[in-house]
C-alpha cells in the first residue's frame, strides 16, 4: 500500500533528518524532494502545492524543541499536515433512522457489488440488520453476483429478477425491510460513466425516493487524480457524503487518497485492502499518514488481531504450551489462527518500518513455506500429530508424497517441531522454579 510514495519520502527525510537548523532556504530545498514525491504518486498538483506551502510556514515559524532533532521536528510537521490532509478523524456512516438507506454509486469497475457485500459484513458484526438491494438492472449477472455474496456472507439480498424499473424495486425493497426487521438497506447501483447522464438522472430519481442517510462513492484507488475528478462529478449531481476507495492494496502511489478530501471536501469512510471480505476497514487517517511514513499501524494491526483470535482459545493454548503439551494439532490451529491477521506482507506493512524490511525481506517465500508446513501436517493422521515420535522412515515417506512436498521438508518440519517443544518445556520448568521462589529471579541470573 502506497509503497512508492512511502520509498520516495523515506529518500526525501533522510536529507530532512540531517537539518542542523530550521531556515528558509534549507527547508525550501529538502521539501522539493517532498513535493515530487506527491506529484510523482497523482496527487493533484494544487494540492501539493498547497500541502508544501503549509508545512513550510509552519517549520519556519516553529518554536524549535531543545529536545527535539530539527529535521525530526519537521517531519512531524509533514506528519500532522498529512492527517489533515487525508481528513484529520475517521468519519462514521450515519445510521440514526430505522431503516437507513446506503446508495452505492460510482464508475463501472470500480467495485460497487464486491464493497456493498463487504459493509453488510461489516455492519452485521456490529449488530445491525442489512439487506442488500440488487438496483443494478444493466450489467450481466450483476443480481447474482450480488446473491451469492450474500449466501457467503449470511446476508440477506433483495432481488428482482427480470424486472428493469429500479424505483419499483426500491419501493418493494422499503416494504420487505420494514416487514422483516431489516434496519440499514445498501442500494447496489449499476456502475455508469460521467458522461451518461440518463443514468446519473436515474440515481436522483432513486436518491429521492429513498432518502438514504449516505450516498457512498466507491473509486478505484489505482486510478490516482482522475478519482477525484469523478468524485466531483457525482457529487455535484447527488451531494454523496463519502467515499469507499477500493483496491488500496494494490495501489503504491496513493494521489486519489491524498487528493479527494482537499478537492472535494468528502471524507473517506471506508477502504478495501484486499479482495477477502473482511479486508475491508474503516479508514482512519492518523493511521494511515503513518503507514505512508513508514511509521507503521500497529493500532490497526491489534485490532485485527483481537478479531481473529478467540481469547479462551489462547489462554488454553498458553496453558499447553506453559505444561510442555504442544502437539502438531496446536502448531497447526497456530498457523492458520496467523493466516487470518491477512498475507506476511500486509502484517509487516503495519509494523515501523515495515516498508524498509519489505524491500529486503522475501515474504513470498515465507508464505509457502507456511503452506507446505500446513500440508505437511493435514498429510499426517490424528495419531501421528499427537504423537509425532511414531513417525518412522515409511510413515514420512507417506506424507511427503501425500503432500507434495519431499522427506527432508519433512523432517525439516518435525526437526523445528521438536525444538520449539523442548523450548516450550524449559520455559515451563523455568516458570515452575519462578513461583516456588516467589517470583524473584536469582541474583546470578539477573
Known amino acids: 500500500m502506497f509503497d512508492s510514495l512511502s520509498s520516495k519520502l523515506q529518500n526525501a527525510f533522510k536529507n530532512l533528518r540531517g537539518l542542523g537548523k530550521i531556515s528558509d532556504s534549507n527547508v525550501s530545498d529538502s521539501l522539493r524532494d517532498v513535493r515530487m514525491a506527491l506529484l510523482d504518486a497523482d496527487v493533484n498538483f494544487k494540492v501539493a502545492r498547497d500541502f508544501i506551502e503549509r508545512v513550510k510556514q509552519q517549520a519556519i515559524g516553529a518554536q524549535v524543541i531543545q529536545s527535539i532533532h530539527p529535521g525530526q521536528q519537521v517531519i512531524k510537521i509533514i506528519h500532522d499536515e498529512l492527517v489533515a490532509l ?62 451469492t455474496l450474500g449466501k457467503q456472507l449470511d446476508v440477506p439480498v433483495f432481488l428482482r429478477k427480470g424486472e428493469t424499473d429500479v424505483l419499483k424495486i426500491a419501493r418493494e425493497a422499503l416494504e420487505f425491510a420494514s416487514a422483516n426487521q431489516r434496519n440499514v438497506l445498501i442500494f447496489d447501483t449499476a456502475g455508469r460513466l460521467q ?118 482459545d489462547a489462554k488454553r493454548m498458553e496453558e499447553k504450551m506453559r505444561k510442555g503439551l504442544f ?58 500429530r499427537s504423537h509425532p515420535q511414531i513417525l518412522n522412515a515409511r510413515r514420512r515417506q507417506r506424507i511427503a508424497k501425500g503432500s507434495g512436498v ?20 524449559q520455559m515451563g520448568k523455568f516458570q515452575k522454579m519462578m513461583s516456588k521462589m516467589g517470583g524473584v529471579m536469582p541474583r546470578g541470573m539477573r
Open 86 to 147: 487525508l481528513g484529520s478523524e475517521n468519519a462514521s456512516l450515519t445510521l440514526d433512522a430505522s431503516p437507513s438507506s446506503i446508495m452505492m454509486v460510482g464508475l463501472h469497475g470500480s467495485g460497487k457489488t464486491t464493497s456493498s457485500g463487504k459493509l453488510a459484513r461489516l455492519l452485521q458484526k456490529q449488530g445491525r440488520a442489512p439487506l442488500l438491494v440488487a438496483c443494478d438492472v444493466y450489467r450481466p449477472a450483476a443480481m447474482e453476483q450480488l446473491e
Open 195 to 312: 458522461i451518461d447522464e440518463p443514468l446519473v438522472q436515474e440515481l436522483v430519481r432513486l436518491r429521492d425516493l429513498v432518502k438514504p442517510r449516505e450516498i457512498l462513492l466507491v473509486l478505484d484507488a489505482a486510478t490516482g487524480q482522475e478519482a477525484v475528478n469523478v468524485a466531483t462529478h457525482f457529487d455535484k449531481a447527488l451531494n454523496i457524503t463519502g467515499a469507499i476507495l477500493t483496491k488500496l492494496d494494490g495501489d503504491a502511489r496513493g494521489g486519489a487518497a491524498l487528493s479527494l478530501k482537499a478537492v472535494t471536501g468528502k471524507p473517506i469512510k471506508f477502504a478495501g485492502v484486499g479482495e477477502k471480505s473482511d479486508e475491508f476497514e474503516p479508514f482512519h487517517p492518523e493511521r494511515m499518514a503513518s503507514r505512508i511514513l513508514g511509521m507503521g499501524d500497529v493500532v490497526s494491526l491489534v485490532e485485527r488481531a483481537a478479531e481473529a483470535v478467540d481469547l479462551d
Open 327 to 384: 502437539t502438531l494439532d496446536d502448531f497447526l490451529d497456530q498457523l492458520r489462527q496467523m493466516k487470518k491477521l491477512g498475507s506476511l506482507e500486509s502484517i509487516v506493512g503495519m509494523l515501523p518500518g515495515g516498508s524498509e524490511m519489505l524491500k529486503t525481506a522475501d515474504l513470498g517465500k515465507s508464505e509457502r513455506e507456511f503452506r507446505r508446513m500446513e500440508g505437511i501436517i493435514c498429510g499426517m493422521t490424528r495419531q501421528e
Open 406 to 425: 519431499t522427506v527432508t521438508e519433512v523432517n525439516s518440519l518435525l526437526n523445528r517441531f521438536g525444538q520449539m517443544q523442548q523450548m516450550m518445556k
